[in-house]
């Protein structure tokens, strides 16, 4: 017989892939309250809300958040990163935003379970995060970024149809333990902007031995300089790509860009599976 799963909706009318998590931590913007601001250059932290932080990279830029629920980003030049940070703690989560290329956007990021935060400073020797990234040349990419900044890319990488000029499309990321041993990271994209139709992009299922890697010499000397220094992910690096334990924040990254809206942003935690 058919079990039928009724589809329940987030604050903001969006389709939730999965239940937020009994008494579990949920987060969502506080762009619709009438306040505009400028973060990201000179402040980092949303003077409304302080599990949001805004960094970038080169040229240091603000994004405006509109004060209606949208952010935008806008620069004459290309600008090597903006970051969307979310204090947690958060271990299993779902994360999902809308994003609508304006000019030039090169990817939308997704990264959870995640250690690092740059802000004014990098935090070394410990877990990067789970990366799910849907770039511009049409490629959707899985990484893992088992001790800032060494990664291991493309372990996964699927095709999508890019990004439409001036179009709203939703981005999911679902990183869930799984059996207590594992750790399952999937990408979902909405392309209609009906909020609720949602299509899987991408998954793959970390459990400790199926991502090797083959470190640079600095690489390697970076590596053993962080042995028994932050979480001790620097250890066994081949064994850190399966973090069961929570990150300190879940985070948006777009590359090489000049011009993006973005609405939307949440992060639920909900249960393993």
Not at 71 to 78: D, F, H, Y
Not at 183 to 203: A, P
Request: glycine share 8%; charged share 25%; with cysteine.
């Amino acid at each position: 017989m058919a079990v039928i799963v009724k589809m329940t909706l987030d604050k903001y009318g969006i389709t939730k892939l999965h239940e937020t998590k009994v008494d579990g931590l949920e987060w969502f913007n506080t762009w619709d309250n009438g306040k505009a601001r400028s973060i990201g250059k000179t402040v980092e932290q949303d003077p409304y809300d302080t599990r949001l932080k805004v960094t970038s990279g080169s040229p240091d830029t603000d994004v405006k958040i509109v004060g209606d629920g949208t952010v935008q980003m806008r620069s004459s030049a290309t600008v090597s990163s903006i970051r969307l940070w979310v204090e947690g703690p958060w271990l299993n989560t779902e994360m999902t935003t809308f994003v609508k290329r304006k000019s030039k956007m090169t990817d939308v990021q997704m990264r959870s379970r995640s250690n690092h935060l740059q802000t004014g400073a990098t935090y070394q020797c410990v877990f990067g995060d789970y990366v799910v990234a849907w770039r511009s040349d049409k490629k959707i990419t899985m990484a893992v970024e088992p001790m800032h900044p060494i990664y291991k890319k493309y372990i996964v990488t699927k095709q999508f149809a890019g990004f439409p000029q001036d179009v709203y499309m939703g981005y999911k990321q679902v990183t869930r333990t799984v059996g207590g041993n594992k750790v399952l990271v999937e990408g979902y994209i909405n392309t209609n902007g009906d909020k609720k139709t949602w299509t899987k992009s991408i998954e793959y299922t970390f459990d400790g031995k199926n991502v090797q890697f083959s470190l640079t010499a600095q690489e390697e000397q970076y590596r053993k300089s962080c042995i028994d220094k932050g979480d001790k992910v620097a250890n066994d690096l081949a064994k850190s790509t399966l973090k069961l334990d929570a990150g300190a924040r879940c985070w948006l990254r777009m590359d090489e860009s000049t011009g993006w809206n973005m609405k939307w942003y949440s992060v639920r935690e909900i249960d393993p599976l």
